[in-house]
């Protein structure tokens, strides 16, 4: 069988390693699934004469967004309850509705939502962190989206399992079921310190090292978290994790709002993950992960967007540029945080984070065809004088024309490929009249 070559044809192609480069004129060549190379455009008919060539004037291509923090199928749930600290908006509205909604369809529909959103704003990998892991999974599959799902554990009854026992038999059955999948990985997904017991941190740390997965977990995101921790066991929460042989860099350690300098330091040591969620925690005025003191300390610092219940969107240009704007005010230096390095933390530092660098977040050679055309030659990004700068403080979500996920385009000209717009947005509407009786039926 004869294989595919593509030869996309931009204006500008940004490989984000190495870090800082941006070929003009240049050709970015694709065999099937995977980069073959990036040649100047005068020497693509002899080297590639075979390939089907797609000119894209006016745009630039770059690796697919990794969205490093996300609960896709809570898209459902944007905008039902706002303007609220975070256990009151946890307790009061989005546990409460989850109770009596979260299941297989919703999880489905939820999903979907999220999956065609992303995509539509150059989003083409997201690491998951909700129940019904499994069909996460397969409506990503399903849109050729690529995943990380979370095997959810945590210490009271869902509609996803009622023990612990049942959240890692029917996780593990999840990870069994995906691991001949090339577009899904796992990761265990343990909600948070204070909702999850030792002897479940035991078992996840045991066997995360024998399935050689990471651990993606909610970590000091807001100050009460580190009061519960010395009540209920006496210790922060980080000298609890690194008692249960959990503060490693198997860790994905989300929010990290309340370090210490000490804490920054042990973080660096171990080689834990942060994956910062600037507008989520913004919003609930969690507080600041501190960016620039961790990135000075050699911190692996990746961005997501966390869920579009707390967010309101899982648009990761605007999540970009806000982590770069944040990490300069609040260290209250303006040369933390160049748009380079924004840009390396909204791709290549996600895929390392996640154990996929070696397939993904750079346009690479022998790396999977992961990648999204934005169009730059829109009045507001023009002029371009530095298009990576432009692509950070500049750019919206809007400007993304086209989108490839393993080679395979999923958006064409701002059109889904493989996803029903319309049935997506029948069914979103069902679930807005049954969210909202479902909150409004709740006492104030």
Same mark, same amino acid.
């Given at each position: 069988?004869?294989?595919?070559?593509?030869?996309?044809?931009?204006?500008?192609?940004?490989?984000?390693?190495?870090?800082?480069?941006?070929?003009?004129?240049?050709?970015?060549?694709?065999?099937?699934?995977?980069?073959?190379?990036?040649?100047?455009?005068?020497?693509?008919?002899?080297?590639?004469?075979?390939?089907?060539?797609?000119?894209?004037?006016?745009?630039?291509?770059?690796?697919?967004?990794?969205?490093?923090?996300?609960?896709?199928?809570?898209?459902?749930?944007?905008?039902?309850?706002?303007?609220?600290?975070?256990?009151?908006?946890?307790?009061?509205?989005?546990?409460?509705?989850?109770?009596?909604?979260?299941?297989?369809?919703?999880?489905?529909? #939820?999903?979907?939502?999220?999956?065609?959103?992303?995509?539509? #704003?150059?989003?083409?990998?997201?690491?998951?962190?909700?129940?019904?892991?499994?069909?996460?999974?397969?409506?990503?599959?399903?849109?050729?989206?690529?995943?990380?799902?979370?095997?959810?554990?945590?210490?009271?009854?869902?509609?996803?399992?009622?023990?612990?026992?049942?959240?890692?038999?029917?996780?593990?059955?999840?990870?069994?079921?995906?691991?001949?999948?090339?577009?899904?990985?796992?990761?265990?997904?343990?909600?948070?310190?204070? /909702?999850?017991?030792?002897?479940?941190?035991?078992?996840?740390?045991?066997?995360?090292?024998?399935?050689?997965?990471?651990?993606?977990?909610?970590?000091?995101?807001?100050?009460?978290?580190?009061?519960?921790?010395?009540?209920?066991?006496?210790?922060?929460?980080?000298?609890?994790?690194?008692?249960?042989?959990?503060?490693?860099?198997?860790?994905?350690?989300?929010?990290? /709002?309340?370090?210490?300098?000490?804490?920054?330091?042990?973080?660096?040591?171990?080689?834990?993950?942060?994956?910062?969620?600037?507008?989520?925690?913004?919003?609930?005025?969690?507080?600041?992960?501190?960016?620039?003191?961790?990135?000075?300390?050699?911190?692996?610092?990746?961005?997501?967007?966390?869920?579009?219940?707390?967010?309101?969107?899982?648009?990761?240009?605007?999540?970009?540029?806000?982590?770069?704007?944040?990490?300069?005010?609040?260290?209250?230096?303006?040369?933390?945080?160049?748009?380079?390095?924004?840009?390396?933390?909204?791709?290549?530092?996600?895929?390392?984070?996640?154990?996929?660098?070696?397939?993904?977040?750079?346009?690479?050679?022998?790396?999977?065809?992961?990648?999204?055309?934005?169009?730059?030659?829109?009045?507001?990004?023009?002029?371009?004088?530095?298009?990576?700068?432009?692509?950070?403080?500049?750019?919206?979500?809007?400007?993304?024309?086209?989108?490839?996920?393993?080679?395979?385009?999923?958006?064409?000209?701002?059109?889904?490929?493989?996803?029903?717009?319309?049935?997506?947005?029948?069914?979103?509407?069902?679930?807005?009249?049954?969210?909202?009786?479902?909150?409004?039926?709740?006492?104030?």
């Amino acid at each position: 069988m004869v294989e595919h070559v593509t030869a996309l044809l931009p204006e500008w192609i940004v490989p984000v390693h190495p870090s800082g480069e941006v070929h003009e004129h240049h050709a970015l060549v694709m065999h099937e699934d995977t980069i073959s190379a990036i040649v100047p455009r005068d020497k693509l008919d002899d080297a590639f004469p075979q390939a089907e060539r797609i000119e894209l004037p006016g745009k630039v291509l770059l690796p697919g967004l990794i969205n490093a923090h996300a609960h896709s199928a809570m898209a459902l749930l944007r905008g039902l309850a706002d303007d609220l600290p975070l256990m009151r908006w946890l307790e009061e509205h989005i546990w409460p509705a989850e109770q009596q909604c979260v299941g297989p369809e919703y999880v489905r529909v #939820g999903t979907e939502l999220a999956v065609a959103e992303m995509l539509l #704003g150059g989003t083409t990998c997201f690491n998951d962190n909700y129940f019904f892991p499994d069909v996460a999974a397969q409506t990503s599959i399903r849109a050729g989206m690529r995943a990380v799902v979370g095997i959810p554990i945590i210490s009271v009854p869902t509609a996803w399992a009622t023990s612990e026992d049942e959240y890692f038999r029917r996780g593990l059955a999840v990870h069994q079921e995906l691991l001949d999948e090339p577009l899904v990985t796992t990761t265990f997904a343990p909600h948070a310190p204070y /909702t999850v017991t030792d002897a479940a941190f035991a078992r996840i740390r045991e066997l995360a090292e024998e399935m050689d997965i990471p651990v993606h977990l909610h970590l000091l995101e807001a100050a009460p978290e580190i009061e519960s921790s010395h009540q209920q066991h006496r210790c922060h929460p980080i000298d609890r994790l690194e008692k249960l042989g959990l503060f490693n860099d198997r860790l994905l350690a989300v929010h990290m /709002t309340q370090l210490t300098a000490r804490d920054m330091d042990r973080v660096a040591r171990a080689g834990v993950h942060v994956l910062h969620c600037p507008a989520s925690n913004l919003k609930l005025a969690s507080g600041m992960c501190p960016v620039a003191e961790l990135v000075a300390r050699g911190v692996n610092v990746c961005i997501g967007t966390d869920g579009a219940a707390s967010n309101n969107t899982l648009d990761m240009f605007a999540e970009t540029r806000l982590a770069a704007l944040l990490a300069k005010g609040y260290s209250g230096d303006p040369e933390a945080v160049p748009a380079h390095l924004a840009l390396a933390m909204a791709t290549l530092h996600g895929a390392r984070a996640l154990g996929l660098e070696e397939e993904i977040g750079s346009l690479e050679a022998g790396k999977q065809g992961d990648v999204i055309a934005v169009e730059l030659d829109r009045i507001e990004t023009l002029p371009v004088h530095h298009v990576v700068s432009q692509l950070v403080y500049a750019t919206g979500r809007h400007q993304v024309s086209d989108v490839w996920v393993a080679g395979r385009a999923l958006v064409r000209n701002r059109r889904l490929q493989t996803l029903d717009e319309q049935r997506i947005r029948r069914e979103t509407g069902l679930w807005q009249q049954r969210l909202a009786r479902v909150d409004q039926s709740k006492p104030s």
